[in-house]
């Protein structure tokens, strides 16, 4: 599956954003979907999660109560709607397709995804 994310930019401490990240090649609706982040210098982490039916989610604390993870399938899309942004957000967010079909549990691990967009960057300004 093709992953392209949109939506990153500049914006100042407490500010929102909201990413995207289109999906085509493989039947969207059918995997859970996933946000990464990585800032200069540290590993890839998890973000947040979306199970395929969009029915459940999951949520690094950091971002807990700041952001939410939606989709919507007929538009092949998923987006992660930030919040109350900080200095700390910084980083290249990444969506990331879930590997398996229909996944009972919504997955959070790195492995758990086999396919990433490119990336788009979040600058949170102090």
């Known amino acids: 599956v093709q992953l392209q994310a949109s939506g990153g930019g500049l914006v100042q401490n407490g500010g929102s954003l909201r990413l995207s990240c289109a999906a085509s090649g493989r039947t969207f609706s059918s995997y859970a979907m996933g946000w990464f982040r990585q800032a200069p210098g540290k590993e890839r982490e998890f973000v947040a999660a979306?199970?395929?039916?969009?029915?459940?989610?999951f949520y690094a604390d950091s971002v807990k109560g700041r952001c939410t993870i939606s989709r919507d399938n007929a538009k092949n899309t998923v987006y992660l709607q930030m919040n109350r942004l900080k200095p700390e957000d910084t980083a290249v967010y990444y969506c990331?397709?879930?590997?398996?079909?229909?996944?009972?549990?919504?997955?959070?691990?790195?492995?758990?995804?086999?396919?990433w967009g490119q990336g788009t960057l979040v600058t949170v300004s102090s």
């Open positions: 979306i199970s395929w039916n969009g029915h459940s989610t």
């Open positions: 990331a397709a879930d590997r398996q079909p229909w996944r009972s549990v919504v997955p959070v691990i790195r492995t758990s995804f086999d396919s």
